[in-house]
């Protein structure tokens, strides 16, 4: 009992960290501009789409496509940003919400064109595919590298946004945006800078994600819905509540799929559910 | 306030939606199809268009009415009149009950919580599969026909059923559109802190437009149980909430007539282009999407009432 709880959260903890890479850009870049980007997830499509293409058609070692993976999820979500969705920052949240999605459809369709709808998988080097055996419980190394990865990120996210001048000007902007553009900070540029750096993450997040979930096209509605939960519990603008909101959802995910399978993803409904309706701007949002 | 008559324009609209059964009774069936989508999509008009609530979830309510229709032709009797009444009153219920809570969300969480309503119900009826049949569907019931007419295969009281219904809504939403009360409504959706202050019970009234969409959807399911005789799980899933809305923006939001014309467009565009290849039906409705709301941010209806304004 207590080394399958111990392996449990192992697991789940691992899997909140995938989440927590592919939804912290979208927490921080909704409280920047209160723009509801549903196509988060198609940025973490595309890094996952790069690291595919690169590993299992060019040959490149796995390890050297991650960094590829964020480049081309930023670069894409950069030009995205730059040409349609900065002209929606005014809409009404509606608005936003459907043309994100007709980006996701879009997106969806163009990916089933170009790789077929088939599951893709990728070749990880052999060092990562074994496990680890300590006292009864199993720790596959990969997850013990993907929390290595999701620990440092966070550690080197913490330190961008409260040590540096850039951070001080990204949380200027969550916290008052008009404020912000009072004192001469140029918060369009800031958040170009912080869209890119999000999308980027989800890229990484995507491409990590293949060895875990396997890859089709449907990946960005997929996991959609798991990103939103994060956002929504964790609040807006917050690296930690994203952090903490992750590491939740993936252990009870874990949990509920380990102790519960007859009742799916009930159990993760019902805690946002229940979370929401408690704190309706997340656990740790401001606003 | 506009006029509350029935127009020309609108007599001759629906005499338009009588066609089908001369012009192409091939597609009766897909035409019933359309008939219960534009009353699902005019049920979400009454909370999205007219009370300004955003719904990811909506199609909660059609799944208890379809769901409810299919419980009662299997195990007790297949009128379908009574059965409809009863799958409204149902979903009516939840609706009322689901009200309390929605109502005082906006933004983010109100899509969240709406969504995360709809999700549960869905996982609800796919774990109680003693119930509802689980993921093959509640089947082995046939409903044979609504007072003393026959669902066949070429599917004509099926449309009139269909159509019929939707006409009987269509006149109640459109009196509740025209009273005071949908006066209110709209007051709210423009300016929700200004209502209370005028005295306008604001909570009361979003809740009572609330009851009355989830009724409609609920009528909408049981319609499509008794035209099909099956119900799926599909009638609960998030893809059928997302579609109604996408529906409804394309034909335009706040009209009535918005939800039935963006389910034909949507409805005939699916069945011809499907039929070459469903992958990249995606592909066109995206489009389609990002080109409404970055060109028509009124829908298709908008858009022509503008320009038919505009040379004045």
Redesign the interface.
């Known amino acids: 009992m207590f080394a399958s709880l111990a392996g449990v959260l192992f697991d789940g903890f691992a899997y909140g960290m995938l989440l927590f890479l592919l939804s912290v850009g979208l927490s921080v870049t909704?409280g920047m501009m209160n723009f509801?980007n549903l196509a988060h997830c198609s940025f973490a499509m595309v890094g996952a789409y790069a690291t595919f293409s690169l590993a299992a058609r060019h040959g490149w070692p796995f390890l050297a496509t991650l960094p590829m993976a964020f480049v081309a999820a930023a670069v894409i979500s950069i030009i995205l940003e730059r040409t349609?969705y900065r002209?929606?920052y005014r809409?009404s949240?509606?608005?936003q919400?459907?043309?994100t999605?007709?980006?996701?459809?879009?997106?969806?369709?163009?990916y089933?064109?170009f790789y077929t709808?088939e599951q893709q998988s990728v070749q990880v080097p052999e060092w990562l595919k074994g496990a680890q055996h300590v006292g009864g419980t199993t720790f596959a190394n990969y997850r013990i590298f993907l929390i290595v990865i999701g620990l440092a990120i966070t550690a080197a996210l913490v330190l961008l946004v409260e040590r540096t001048r850039f951070g001080a000007q990204v949380r200027a902007a969550v916290d008052n945006q008009r404020m912000a553009r009072g004192l001469g900070i140029d918060v369009d540029r800031a958040f170009m800078f912080t869209f890119a750096l999000g999308g980027g993450l989800a890229g990484l997040g995507g491409a990590l994600s293949i060895q875990m979930v396997g890859l089709d096209p449907t990946f960005a509605l997929a996991y959609l819905?798991y990103v939103?939960?994060v956002?929504?519990v964790g609040g807006?603008g917050s690296i930690g509540g994203s952090f903490a909101a992750a590491v939740v959802l993936g252990i009870s995910d874990m949990a509920g799929k380990y102790y519960f399978p007859?009742?799916?993803?009930?159990l993760i409904?019902?805690v946002?559910?229940a979370l929401?309706?408690w704190r309706?701007?997340g656990l740790f949002g401001k606003r | 306030m506009e006029n509350a008559k029935f127009r020309t324009l609108e007599y001759v609209f629906w005499a338009c939606l009588l066609l089908p059964f001369v012009v192409t009774p091939a597609y009766l069936s897909l035409a019933s199809q359309i008939a219960v989508t534009s009353l699902f999509a005019l049920s979400l008009d009454l909370i999205l268009g007219y009370a300004g609530i955003v719904s990811l979830g909506h199609a909660a309510f059609f799944g208890v009415g379809a769901y409810t229709a299919g419980l009662i032709a299997k195990h007790y009797w297949t009128e379908p009149l009574s059965g409809l009444l009863i799958a409204g009153l149902c979903s009516g219920i939840v609706g009322y009950a689901l009200s309390h809570i929605v109502v005082r969300f906006r933004h983010l969480a109100l899509i969240m919580l709406t969504m995360g309503f709809g999700l549960l119900l869905a996982e609800a009826a796919n774990s109680a599969s003693d119930l509802t049949g689980g993921a093959d569907g509640l089947q082995g019931f046939h409903v044979p026909g609504v007072l003393g007419f026959k669902f066949d295969m070429f599917g004509r009281a099926a449309y009139a059923y269909a159509l019929a219904v939707l006409f009987v809504s269509f006149l109640v939403a459109r009196r509740v559109i025209h009273s005071p009360f949908g006066l209110a409504l709209r007051g709210i959706r423009e300016n929700a802190v200004r209502m209370p202050a005028i005295g306008a019970p604001s909570l009361a009234h979003l809740r009572k437009a609330y009851t009355i969409a989830a009724v409609m959807a609920g009528i909408a399911g049981a319609v499509l149980t008794h035209t099909t005789s099956t119900v799926s799980l599909e009638t609960l899933s998030f893809g059928r909430s997302a579609d109604v809305l996408v529906i409804l923006i394309l034909g335009g939001a706040g009209r009535l007539y918005g939800g039935i014309v963006g389910a034909i467009i949507y409805m005939v565009a699916r069945d011809q282009f499907s039929g070459v290849n469903p992958q990249y039906w995606y592909f066109w409705i995206g489009l389609l999407l990002v080109a409404v709301v970055m060109f028509l941010p009124n829908g298709i209806l908008g858009g022509l009432s503008a320009l038919r304004k505009k040379p004045q």
């Open positions: 909704l509801v349609l002209r929606l809409s949240d509606l608005d919400c459907l043309f999605i007709g980006i996701v459809f879009i997106s969806i369709a163009v089933a064109w709808t819905v939103l939960i956002v929504a807006l007859w009742l799916g993803a009930f409904y019902l946002m559910v929401l309706m309706p701007l």
